[in-house]
């Protein structure tokens, strides 16, 4: 079963209320990102960027990471970890779920996935909804908790719990994910 | 403003793993969501039930209220307090958020309902979604936290928490709702 | 390849500017469908009913066909030719398109339909917009040009002619269709 | 009542079956979009293009402009005439339709735009699908017929009196367009 990756909103300015919070807990978690990523990219799985468009629409995803990959940027050393490859896909998303008012879905489809590896910021925000609405259309989704972030500990938890318990989420560590 | 009281899957044959326990946290709610629904018809607030589809797109909601009202099923009781009236509008949603799939969200635009309050059931599951799926569609949304169950209190209150935290909605008791 | 008959709006009230000449030139097109939808269920394939909502959401698909066939009303001869049986599922659409704000898209992959047999009225309006849905949704169509009506006989063959040009579609009559 | 102007297709590589024929009728067509794309800057208009996405989710709008405005590229007298400016948004298509899976709904009505100009190619393909789609969302919509083209002088026309009389769209040359 063909399985992708998502990275939601990595890609980041974190210029926004609790910003500061959410990078100090997004750093471990884009280190085991990164290392999950190159088990993507050397078992031929897919990897799509899933960001949120800073831009309004007059610029593209490589403004985005350039913009905030640069020097000062609180996110910098995080850009520089995920640097996206020239094989990896990316769709920029309007709102908090990658599925709504975007592409990903019929990307996905078109690629024949059936499994969504579902990782990034905020657990209890864009990564939640992300999660359900890619279970609401019919994909198989794990959230590996070791992967995702959120502004304090007890709210990526509460979200990881609440996907496990009513949306049947695997939300074991990025350990537990095989490759056939 | 107006607003719209949205009744999620309360029309219910309660047939599923954990049923049981769903149907005992629900009735309580249910009497709280006939006494708000009643206010809403004495305010021309508009109440729309919003339901799961039992019947394969073969029937209706009409069909629906008939099947989970009859004599003996599990949830009859709560059809009987919540009984459609001839101005409620109905939506029946093929899966758990009440936008996906739907009309709903046209129905309210045309309507030009601004706020929504959204209760019924399950807290952790349809409800959250359907409130999410709102909020992120520019909607004002209201969970009054004691018009909506889970299968356990524990798990209602993970998710009251989580959208409050998280999406900013308003969890207060159905009593905080106003009418202008 | 499972196939399924769309009937599109035949379920009509005909008030509308215009609804005279369309209602002529529905009359002989209900016939074929009738005939068509008789090879439809012998052949174990679906039918499913699309049909505008005259009811603002507080009917369903029972009340537009009691309504549109109640003695005197302009169509009643078409909904007693086009009856719905037990097994007909049916979709009310808030626009034009089928596949706008309703159920439709999900329940023909739900039930692994790949083509599409779009029929009903008008030929320049509803059934150009839903084929072309379709169409970009990755369904095989066709739409069998005469069980197609519009305004004029001059609207409905540029209508089809547009489709088979630019959009591919399968527009011989329906003595072409086969079930294997 | 704010306008904007969406440019369909016409950054292209002209590569497929027809793209010759479609590339001689698109030519004096762009000339009359380059002059009201003035007009759109001149006058605090949005200019929208909304093109397809022939990087596969690779890359980003402006990997297009170069690739079709190439030396040697038979479309780049075009992309020179309608090069975007700064102030110009973007929205990459996966259909035909500039609406279905992209963001483009949410990006006009945040901008509380009401009148769309729909121009660029082809006519009778992704022009009528986007057209149509925008209608059937409540906008008001121009498609002006010297701003269009299709492979053949006959299908532009049929696919604009199809337009014009089953879909409201007003077809006026690029000089009926008015600003406030």
Known sequence: MRQALLIVDMINPFDFAGGAALLRAARPAARRIAALQRRF?????????VNDNFVDWKGGFADIVACCGRDGMPGADI???????????????????GFLDSPLELLLRQLRVRRLVVCGIAADSCILVTAHDAHMRGFE????????????????????????????????????????
């Open 41 to 49: 990219r050397d078992n031929r799985g897919l990897v799509v960027y």
């Open 141 to 180: 989704v794990q959230v590996p908790r070791d992967c995702v972030a959120a502004q304090t500990a007890a709210r990526r938890d509460r979200a990881l719990a609440l996907m496990r318990d009513a949306f049947d989420v695997d939300i074991r560590t990025s350990r537990a994910i095989r490759f056939q």
């Open 79 to 97: 850009v520089a970890l995920l640097a996206p490859g020239p094989e990896d896909r990316f769709v920029l998303k309007p709102r908090h779920s």
